[in-house]
């Protein structure tokens, strides 16, 4: 699938993630046992077809009732089966990680995704950092219905279950922009709920991290000082955060450091000004059936509101 803000295709035989990797290792391995399988059962059902065509019907079953040949052909797919079997418990063993304790957690909403530092002190949506080469644990939520996280290229997927708090761990090993999805049908806007899944070094980690916990930069720019101000008068403050500000709201998606996202609208467009505009104006028509309403503004004044968002870096 295309994406239009720059992530890595979601290709599993590319994988960035320790699990990934074993994951990739195992369906190769499958796949070579099972095309054996196929050629021989081919080239077996060709040796028949051409052999013993034209034979009376009477012919036909010469194996029935030998016992020899139906304990081989019991015993090969048992055989099959247990190598598969093993191969899976195999890699189930080695994606298996000793808990380092979780950086973060991720809580599936209808349909974004938030992301909370609760040592750092902060959240962001739909876009968050690790650091390649170090084990990396998810907790993993939901607040309303069952979601499911998903990052092909690090590895397997987890239900987030109203509840209940849910694990997913693994080694971020290439850096990359790696799209993260709900795999778990959850609602129209299913397929609009998207993440980005960025892996940078150790060291731009903590710096993403140190800007993260910041709290939201002042408006320089005219346009952008007006549309601060004007944001703190309008339903804004209900549903989203701007920490430093009065906005305080925890319905939706924290907008602290919002202009530094490369996607809006759980990453279904590129986080652009024209894009921000067109989310203002009408929601729902990108979106259709989300929760972000539309709020009648004239066009100057939405104007100011991108131009202070998109500040925020
Ligand atoms: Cu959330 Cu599908």
């Given amino acids: 699938m295309a994406v239009g803000c720059g992530a890595d295709s979601p290709d599993i035989f590319r994988p ?33 077809i051409i052999k013993y065509r034209r034979r009376p019907e009477a012919e036909v079953s010469k194996t029935r009732g030998n016992l020899t040949i139906e304990i081989v052909w019991t015993l090969i797919p048992a055989v099959i089966i247990t190598v598969l079997f093993v191969l899976t418990v195999q890699t189930t063993r ?30 962001t949506a739909n876009e968050v950092y690790v650091a390649a080469g170090r084990p990396t644990s998810i907790d993993v939520e939901s607040v309303d219905v069952i979601h499911s996280f998903w990052v092909p290229q690090m590895g397997g997927k987890v239900d987030m279950i109203p509840g209940r708090v849910n ?40 710096a993403w991290v140190n800007d993260q916990a910041k709290p939201a930069a002042q408006p320089t720019g005219a346009e952008a ?27 939706g998606p924290d907008l602290t450091h919002f202009g530094s996202r490369s996607g809006i609208a759980a990453y279904t467009l590129p986080n652009t000004p024209q894009n921000l505009l067109a989310w203002l104006q009408d929601p729902q028509a990108i979106k259709p059936e989300c929760t972000m309403p539309t709020i009648p503004l004239p066009l100057r004044e939405q104007q100011q509101l991108v131009a202070y968002l998109e500040e925020l870096k």
């Fill in 16 to 48: 960035g993630g320790s699990a990934g990797h074993e994951i990739k290792t195992l369906s190769i391995q499958i796949f070579a046992i099972l095309a054996v399988v196929l050629v021989v059962v081919w080239a077996l059902l060709a040796f028949v």
């Fill in 225 to 251: 000082v007006a549309g601060g101000a004007l944001i703190k008068t309008i339903a804004c403050g209900s549903c989203h955060t701007i920490r430093g500000t009065s906005l305080k709201g925890t319905f």
């Fill in 167 to 206: 694990h997913i761990r693994f080694v971020p090993l290439k850096e990359g922009r790696y799209l993260g999805e709900c795999s778990e049908f959850c609602g129209a806007q299913h397929g609009k709920m998207r993440f980005l899944f960025v892996v940078v070094s150790p060291e731009e980690y903590s």
């Fill in 94 to 123: 080695q994606i298996a990680m000793p808990d380092p304790g979780a950086q973060f957690t991720t809580v599936g909403h209808q349909w974004w995704w938030e992301f909370a530092f609760p040592d750092q002190g902060f959240k």
